[in-house]
């Protein structure tokens, strides 16, 4: 190639135009799918190499144009004529990556070749929109045409349906393109803006009419010009068939990754940065109004399309928690027209959930004006409703439940807005203390015991409290809150204590929403025991109530709801366990203060979790036996664990985890969390530990290589059994690969 590189281009062009060309006729065709693919990352690999990408970027900014002739100029052209010749082959043989006979494969395939054309496209990124622009102008104007001109009666119908279909599977195909070739790959919450973007924009910058020029904001002018179409077809309750829910789940998701990298970005970001990205779209006000407008017909027309309406909410947030949207949006008609319709209840097909998330994004955008328009309204209507003289009679009728639950939903989103900065989490609790809305809730709980969507909707709206407030909440406001969810978790307990113990006269649905309310109260202590690990407060010597002490007491509230069944739930199972090793390995000492029953179920649910064949929760056992011998070893086997634990139960503790490493027969995930805890064990029996292997190893066919071998895990690499540190842990964890090594072998001969 360094030596023959037109030739190599050549070649590598006509093999992958080829087999797009093959796929044309054969579309099924795995096999060629997965070739193209890979020849697309072949592509790749040429084009982003640093050689390439240097020389590409002398080449932008020289003031001749004889670099044009070398390599890298002709892997240059070769490139951008795949570019073009990929998307004419797209909207040819177009897929969506819906494949009916393997989705999944399609969908895999389809989105890899797209993101390898748009690096590709990305390293001249100028004349790879300008061809993407064109084709998605034209796809537009045939778009808006067939909505225009309405559908035909007759004989036609049918393929002018196809015919539909197939231009929103084009713009489809085009948005997701210029979503993966204008903003950087990855979960970043801040999707930032790829080099190449910003050096072409700084071309136009200085010019009257930048934004016109900018290709990038000619590209996204085109996407909302189909989203005006589509809000054209919302209005007017032409849905079907001319919105795709996919078409319109990625028209929204390309919005939100724009909004987050290119509306208003901190320059701080960016070594390079353009003046355009701060001005275009009068400052932010004009694209605010456009997706506020398209997100508020999407709520009132396609409330059923769950994961269309979730990304747009997404999008409405991503929108609103922008530090500099904010002020603007006070300037936005739509905004307030969105904001009058909410306080109206004129959202009421959308679900709770979705809701919820509004009425969070209406938090967030009013900042700190939000609660007087409206937080405390929100307040005054629930206290009213729960304070009234006919609620106690009327509160099982429905519309009664309606209100009561719709109330509920916008107090977990204020509750979750509490999440943007400390000022505003003060207001939040502030708000929830002045109303007494905590006390509510509890005496809730009890009053709606058998209604679960209430029910869950509470404990919920509690973890929102806990997951939002433990940054900077102080030590009487935590106090407050902790009491309230153990309150809540009483009530809820005391109810039903007694019907865990009828699951078989139950039914499936009653037993799921049973699970359902057991994994929100899992979900809400592991957010409790979070407490103690983050503390921004301010206040110093950190936490002064009992996070631990809270976190014990609400499990022993769980442990009287959990039972076998409960235990075949892989969810349920998973949290419970990773509920009992985050106590454990946090608070052991206050492990000993459960009653004698609650600490038998406990230490005969690690011992349970040891057989599980979730890997996931045999680690979750073994770090809490790890964190209980430790503690117990630490403290001279006299803490109070000492009166309920005694050295026979470590002893045959001890002889199970050597049966498991003799046998071998476990997960390779587990070696590290199995070393750790026959570390610890090891330092606490000591001498007692040889005697335990003897017996563990009477019967074994190799019995006298086992001892060797376990004489090697004890003694080798300087191994000092005097305290758990990380160095110690690691020599050990060398030692007893290797013991596991030897143990599998054996097992073999």
């Not at 070749?113 to 300008?130: F, V, W």
């Not at 806990?466 to 009487?476: E, H, L, R, T, W």
């Not at 206050?590 to 929760?617: Q, Y």
């Not at 770090?623 to 109070?640: D, F, L, M, R, W």
Request: charged share 20%; glycine share 4%.
């Amino acid at each position: 190639y360094m030596g023959e590189s037109a030739q190599y281009c050549s070649n590598m062009l006509q093999l992958t135009l080829h087999v797009m060309q093959k796929l044309t006729s054969d579309p099924g065709n795995h096999c060629l799918t997965e070739g193209l693919d890979a020849l697309f990352e072949v592509w790749v690999i040429l084009v982003t190499n640093e050689q390439s990408r240097l020389s590409t970027y002398k080449f932008l900014n020289a003031t001749n144009k004889r670099i044009e002739d070398d390599k890298v100029g002709v892997l240059r052209q070769t490139s951008m004529h795949l570019f073009e010749q990929f998307l004419e082959f797209q909207l040819n043989h177009v897929s969506t990556g819906d494949d009916d006979d393997d989705p999944d494969h399609d969908k895999e395939y389809h989105g890899s070749q797209l993101m390898s054309i748009a690096q590709l496209g990305r390293e001249h990124p100028s004349p790879s929109l300008t061809i993407l622009i064109s084709k998605l102008n034209h796809t537009k104007n045939h778009y808006s045409s067939l909505v225009m001109a309405g559908p035909p009666s007759g004989e036609s119908a049918a393929s002018w349906r196809h015919t539909v279909s197939r231009v929103q599977d084009a713009a489809l195909m085009l948005i997701q393109l210029g979503t993966y070739l204008l903003t950087d790959s990855g979960d970043s919450e801040v999707a930032q803006i790829p080099d190449p973007i910003v050096l072409m924009s700084q071309k136009h910058e200085r010019k009257p009419d930048a934004e016109q020029q900018d290709e990038v904001y000619q590209f996204v002018r085109g996407v909302i010009q189909i989203i005006q179409v589509q809000d054209i077809c919302l209005t007017r309750h032409m849905i079907d068939p001319f919105l795709s829910p996919l078409l319109c789940r990625n028209i929204l998701w390309f919005m939100e990754r724009f909004v987050k990298s290119y509306l208003l970005p901190d320059v701080d970001l960016y070594s390079d940065f353009c003046t355009t990205f701060g001005n275009a779209f009068n400052s932010g006000l004009e694209l605010c109004n456009i997706c506020i407008v398209h997100t508020a017909n999407i709520y009132r027309h396609m409330p059923n399309e769950g994961s269309v309406v979730a990304t747009a909410s997404t999008l409405l947030k991503s929108l609103v928690s922008r530090k500099k949207i904010q002020p603007i949006l006070l300037k936005s008609e739509p905004w307030m027209h969105l904001v009058e319709e909410e306080k109206n209840n004129g959202f009421v097909n959308l679900s709770a959930e979705q809701r919820s998330k509004l009425f969070e994004c209406l938090c967030i955008g009013f900042s700190d004006s939000y609660f007087e328009t409206l937080v405390h309204p929100l307040g005054v209507q629930f206290t009213s409703l729960l304070q009234s003289p006919s609620f106690l009679s009327q509160y099982q009728q429905e519309n009664v439940k309606a209100t009561l639950h719709q109330c509920l939903e916008k107090l977990r989103g204020v509750s979750r807005s509490s999440l943007t900065s400390k000022r505003q989490q003060s207001s939040v609790f502030a708000f929830f203390q002045s109303t007494n809305i905590l006390n509510y809730l509890v005496d809730l709980v009890t009053l709606y015991n058998g209604r679960w969507d209430v029910v869950m909707v509470i404990i919920r709206l509690f973890d929102d409290l806990v997951v939002a407030q433990n940054m900077f909440i102080s030590d009487a406001e935590g106090t407050l809150l902790f009491e309230r969810c153990l309150q809540m978790m009483q009530a809820y307990e005391k109810i039903n204590r007694g019907t865990v113990l009828m699951n078989s006269n139950n039914s499936p649905t009653d037993e799921d929403e049973r699970m359902e309310v057991l994994d929100a109260l899992l979900d809400l202590l592991l957010h409790i025991t979070e407490w103690d690990m983050v503390d921004f407060s301010g206040e110093t010597g950190g936490r002064r109530f009992d996070v631990g002490g809270a976190s014990f007491l609400g499990l022993s509230l769980v442990l009287r709801l959990i039972t076998n069944s409960s235990l075949q739930y892989p969810t349920t199972c998973s949290k419970f366990f990773k509920l009992l090793m985050s106590l454990i390995e946090v608070y052991p000492e206050k492990l000993a203060t459960l009653d004698d029953g609650l600490f038998r179920v406990v230490m005969e649910a690690i011992l349970f979790a040891l057989d599980h064949p979730n890997s996931e929760v045999i680690k979750y056992s073994l770090k809490a036996i790890g964190a209980i011998t430790s503690y117990h070893h630490n403290t001279h086997c006299s803490s109070p664990l000492a009166q309920k634990l005694n050295e026979d139960f470590f002893i045959k503790l001890f002889e199970r985890i050597l049966r498991v490493c003799v046998e071998a027969h476990f997960d390779l995930s587990l070696v590290g969390s199995i070393s750790n805890v026959t570390l610890a064990l090891l330092m606490m029996l000591k001498d007692k530990s040889q005697l335990v292997l003897v017996q563990v190893t009477d019967n074994h066919s190799q019995r006298d290589r086992l001892l060797v071998a376990f004489q090697k895990l004890v003694t080798s690499n300087g191994i000092s059994f005097n305290s758990l540190d990380r160095n110690t842990k690691s020599l050990f964890l060398n030692n007893f690969e290797e013991f596991v090594a030897c143990a599998r072998a054996l097992r073999v001969r």
